[in-house]
């Protein structure tokens, strides 16, 4: 199973990896093993069943129960990562808020990386991202990476979608150090969306001074700016289709809530409609 030599997630030494135990976290649990492999991390495997009931006995029960379920799913998963030398350690737990579970699980066992799967490719946006990744993005954990069904990340290309927000510059901050701790990295596009054609000139020099500064951290890495006017989601989404891109390195809504263009609405729609995998970094 081996495939890659060097991570796009770098130093990472412990994964978490949220399953529902379902096919639509396949491509997460699958880019796991391999970044588990690449980056020499421990990956943790978590289930989390939703209780609703009041006595403790019964919620053990339901933990239990599902337990039961998901051992054909434990047995797969620990069989690809014999295969690859990478430890795992499955925890099953339950709570009344699941998606607080996982982000609490992962700060207590200093998961570097969250990773989680998508959903199908039409319905509502919730269900399109899934609810529990949808709710975990919203609760700002450093690095969620969204990993869409049966997709398979090569670490070639790389979208970098920018403004000037403290979550997008965080990203920026990310893909700089792509440039010197990823080998297998050929292209990095930054690109950012500006609402009128006056803004253009602009930004398009942020975006370059931004690629230069890739180019001083990595030479072999091709780093291509690209500015348009429009729709910021359709765009970035569009442009890594058309750039066959394997990771979207986006911010996020942060600690604080902040709204703006890369924040809130536009990450949810780039997480739950691009072909490929999504890195949201957060403040």
Not at 159 to 168: E, I, Q, R
Not at 241 to 250: A, G, N, S, W
């Given at each position: 199973m ?60 339901a ?15 620990r ?14 737990i ?26 199908g ?29 049966d997709?398979?990340?090569?670490g070639?290309?790389v ?10 510059l ?8 792509l ?33 230069f ?44 809530g ?26």
């Open positions: 081996e495939r890659f030599a060097t991570s796009l997630l770098g130093e990472a030494k412990t994964l978490l990896l949220a399953t529902d135990g379902s096919n639509f976290s396949d491509g997460a649990a699958q880019e796991a093993i391999f970044f588990g492999q690449a980056c020499g991390a421990k990956v943790i495997a978590l289930h989390v069943v939703k209780i609703d009931a009041e006595s403790l006995k019964s919620a053990e029960s933990v239990r129960i599902r337990r039961q379920e998901l051992e054909p799913y434990m047995d797969h998963f069989e690809m990562a014999k295969d690859t030398g990478v430890e795992v350690e499955f925890v099953i339950g709570a009344s808020h699941p998606e607080e579970a996982i982000i609490d699980q992962a700060t207590l066992r200093n998961a570097d990386v969250i990773l989680m799967g998508r959903h490719k039409a319905g509502r946006l919730s269900l399109l991202i899934g609810r529990m990744t949808s709710r975990v993005l919203d609760l700002g954990f450093p690095r969620v990476l969204v990993v869409p069904k997709f398979i990340i090569a070639a290309r979208l970098l979608a920018t403004d000037d927000s403290p979550g997008a965080k990203a920026v901050e990310e893909a700089m150090s440039g010197h701790r990823s080998s297998t990295l050929q292209r990095l596009t930054i690109m950012s969306v500006v609402k009128r054609d006056t803004n253009i000139l602009d930004m398009q020099q942020v975006v370059e001074a931004l690629c500064r890739v180019s001083q951290a990595g030479p072999q890495v091709l780093c291509e700016p690209l500015v348009q006017v429009g729709d910021p989601s359709e765009l970035i989404i569009r442009a890594a289709q058309e750039r066959e891109t394997d990771m979207i390195l986006i911010g996020g809504r942060g600690k604080r902040m709204t703006r263009m890369l924040l809130g609405h536009v990450t949810r729609n780039v997480t739950g409609k691009a072909h490929c995998a999504v890195l949201v970094v957060n403040t």
